[in-house]
């Protein structure tokens, strides 16, 4: 086994400033969701998935990919947007094993009542604190990172492969 290479007090500062970053904008950004809108930013992002997505509608095995989330915890967060109206689940006919989903017009009203506060909190905590350089520094630092953790390239992109991306 190859000799553990420490990280030095640069690099320890970094990584504790980046996952603490991290941590708190994904909580700020739900904050901000639930308190204007009243949805968690879990659901945003399944509202903002489905109506990008042709038709507006996505398999469950598709969307849970796109999210990067269990199965299990999907179709939690699923029944209580169904609950909401804010979308419809159905078999495929030719195939009662795939589930389809699909935003409403209840959840892409949702949707489009929480994008701006949602795009004005991004901006806050994100964009308005970087300048240009940074911005296009940031992007390739993601993409240097995502080389690492996706080599294959098999988790989706954004925009991704599809033509899915999102609203953030």
Do not use: C
Request: charged share 30%; glycine share 8%.
């Amino acid at each position: 086994m190859a000799e553990t290479r420490w990280l030095d007090d640069g690099e320890q500062n970094t990584w504790r400033a980046f996952l603490m970053a991290v941590n708190l904008l994904d909580g700020a950004l739900d904050r901000q969701l639930r308190h204007d809108a009243g949805l968690p930013h879990a659901y945003y992002q399944i509202l903002a998935m489905l109506s990008e997505a042709p038709g507006r509608e996505l398999t469950m095995t598709r969307l849970a990919r796109l999210l990067r989330s269990s199965p299990s915890r999907l179709s939690h967060a699923a029944a209580r947007l169904e609950g909401d109206g804010m979308i419809h689940r159905h078999k495929r006919p030719e195939d009662r094993r795939t589930v389809i989903v699909e935003i409403t017009p209840v959840g892409m009203k949702a949707l489009e009542d929480a994008a701006p506060g949602h795009v004005h909190e991004v901006r806050r905590v994100l964009f308005d604190t970087l300048s240009p350089e940074q911005v296009g520094q940031l992007r390739e630092i993601s993409e240097s990172m995502l080389s690492v953790l996706d080599p294959q390239g098999e988790e989706p992109r954004y925009p991704d492969p599809d033509g899915i991306g999102t609203r953030d």
